[in-house]
């Protein structure tokens, strides 16, 4: 008689964002100045820039919005909101108006 096998599927947990918010992850801290002196592990510096990675169903239809999924993005992180459902992840929720630039290419 064959065993018969069990495959648990998980299903993938996602976030959306809801109202002018985006869902940005945040860039590796530095560990390095610009001058190329190596910080301890215990000192960073911090950094405020991040991609998109999911943006809210209004900012999609408001086009005087500038912000899309993939943008890098300058931030301010004070009014953000960590996303912590992995340990190691750089989530954060952030209302538009905590946006304050977007990378763009010339």
Known sequence: MEKEQKIEVQS???VEPIGKRVL???????????GG????????????TGRV??????IEHTP??????YDKVLFNPRGAIPVDFEGDNRLFVVEVTNVVAVFRKA
């Open 24 to 34: 940005i992850r945040k860039d590796e801290d530095k560990r390095e100045t610009r």
């Open 64 to 69: 005087d919005i500038p912000l899309r999924k």
């Open 12 to 14: 993938l947990e996602t």
């Open 53 to 58: 990675v999911a943006v809210s169903a209004e």
């Open 37 to 48: 002196i190596k910080l301890p592990d215990s000192m960073e510096i911090p950094t405020i």
